[in-house]
C-alpha cells in the first residue's frame, strides 16, 4: 500500500490511531498496515486496590503499557477481591478470564511447586542479584518453562528488596520462641518455621491485621517498614524483628495470558513487557526511598522496638532452610533444575558480592 493511500485510509481514524499506525507501517507489513482497534485488557491483583508500593507498582505497569502503547492497549487494574479473589489471579488468568495478573510466584507454589524459586527462597537472593540471575542467568526462561503449561508468560514486574523478619509480641531470643507460635508467612519460609516448631499461616495482606487483632494469629511478616506502617501492625505488636530472612529480595510478577499476548503484532509484545521491566526497577527504586522514612515514624512515633534476631537463631534457622529448600527442590524435576540453576548463580555471584558491595558497605560504616 502506498503512503498517501495509506492516509487516506485512515481517514476517519482518531488521531492517536493514525499516528501509531503510520508509525507501524513504516517497518511492518502491508497486512499490519489496518489500523488496530483498541486492546483492553483486565489486569487482576492479589493486592488491596492502590496498596502503596504493591498495588500501585500494579497501576504502574498498566499505566505504562497505556502510556508505552499511545492508547493501543487499555488496561484496567482490579484490586484483590474486585474481580476475583487474591489467590484466584493465577486461574483467573491461565484461563483468559483476565490478560493480566499481579502477583508474587511464591503464592501458586500449590500449582508449580517451582514458582517460588521465581520469588525469593530465605537465605537467598538479594534483589540486585535475583535480577541478574532472571535477565542474565536463565532464570527468566526457567519462569517460562515453568508456566507454558498454564498458558501464562511470567515475568518481574517488582522487587520489594530486603523484607523485614516481622511482628510480634515477645522477643525471640532462641529457635525455642518460635515454638507453637502462629505466624502468617507464606512460601519456604513458612516451611522453614514449620521445621522450627511454630505453625506457619497464609493470608493475604487484607486479612492479616484483624487476624492479629482477634489472635487468630501470634505473629506476622509481611514486607517492611513502608508497608507494615500503612497496615498499622504497630497498633497490636510490640517488637518488629530484623532481618527478613525469609525474603531476602522478593520478586514480585505480571503474569500474561500467552494467548492475548500472542495476538499482539511484536512491537506490543516488546511494549508490554518492556512496561514490566521498567515497573521492575521502580517499585525497588520506590522501596529503597520509602523505607528508612516508615521505619523512623515506627520507631519515633509509635514507639516501636527494634529487634535484630540473635546470629544463633539465624544461623539455625539458615540450616533448616537449606533443609527445606533441598527436599523442595528433590521432590520435582523443574524445581530440582530450577534450584541448580539458581544455587549455582548465587555460590558465584555472592564471591561478588561480598567482595564489591559487601567490602564497600563495610567501608561505608567505619
Ligand atoms: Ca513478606
Known sequence: MKRRDFIGALAGATATTALTAC???ESAAPAAAKPMETVHWKMVTTWPKNFPGLGTGANRVAELINQMSGGRIDVKVYGAGELVGAFEVFDAVSSGHAQLGHAGAYYW??????????STVPFGLTADE???????????????????????????????????????NKEINS??????????????????????????????????????????????????PYNDLAFGFYKVTKYYYTPGWHEPGTTMECMI?????????????????NA????????LSEYTARNEEALQTLIEKHNVELRYFPDEVLKELKKLSSEVIEAEAASDPLSSKVWASQKAFMKQVTQWTNVGEGAFIRARNL
Request: hydrophobic share 40%.
Open 23 to 25: 508509525g507501524q507501517q
Open 109 to 118: 507454589k500449590g500449582k508449580i511447586p517451582s514458582a517460588v524459586f521465581f
Open 130 to 168: 535475583m535480577n541478574a540471575w532472571l535477565y542474565n542467568g536463565g532464570g527468566l526462561k526457567l519462569w517460562e518453562e515453568a508456566y507454558k503449561p498454564f498458558g501464562l508468560v511470567p515475568n518481574p514486574a517488582g522487587n520489594t528488596g530486603t523484607q523485614m523478619g516481622g511482628w510480634f
Open 175 to 224: 529457635l525455642d520462641d518460635l515454638k507453637g507460635l502462629k505466624m502468617r508467612m507464606p512460601g519456604l519460609g513458612g516451611e522453614v518455621l514449620k521445621k522450627a516448631g511454630a505453625i506457619p499461616v497464609s493470608l493475604p495482606g487484607g486479612e492479616i491485621f484483624p487476624s492479629l487483632q482477634s489472635g487468630a494469629i501470634d505473629a506476622t511478616e509481611w514486607v517492611g
Open 257 to 273: 495470558n500467552e494467548k492475548a499476548y500472542n495476538a499482539l503484532p511484536d512491537d506490543l509484545k516488546s511494549i508490554v513487557r
Open 276 to 283: 514490566m521491566k521498567v515497573a521492575n526497577l521502580e517499585m
